[in-house]
């Protein structure tokens, strides 16, 4: 159907010798109706957002190749180096389950991929990503211009 601006058809109606006061109530609902509504704007599509952890390195200690992990949280005030601890116990948890026996976890990688949320949250860890991401190196310093 062919879109008309409003102006022309408030034009043609006085062409027509309609009644200024239903003129002015016409093209009232008209500059209503042609109004966007709030929710009918179009949302650029959301862009996909990927984890990618940094390590300090200012000592060049680590490799100097890219290379990968996962992203986990733990409970403030434990001790980080439980956490290897927390993920076996899972994946022997998981592996102890009916589904598990199917199809145990053999790998950390795989204990990521397939063990369910739910023996996680016993072991107190909270996996953020179920792929490893890439863990880039850096300096920890800012080059000056």
Known sequence: MPK??????????????????VLRRVMEEMNLAVQPDPGDEEKPPA?????????????????KMDFTGWVLQIPEGVSPS??????????????????GRLLPVKTVGEAFE?????HYKEAELWVKTKEPVIVLRTNNEIPKD
């Open 4 to 21: 008309i601006d409003v102006s022309k058809v408030a034009e043609i109606l006085k062409k027509n010798q309609i009644d200024p006061a």
């Open 82 to 99: 439980t956490t290897p601890d927390r993920v076996f116990k899972a994946a022997y948890d998981f592996n102890a389950s009916k589904k």
């Open 114 to 118: 397939s063990v369910p949320a739910k």
């Open 47 to 63: 862009v996909k957002k990927q984890y990618v952890i940094v390590v300090s390195d200012p000592e060049g200690k680590l490799p």
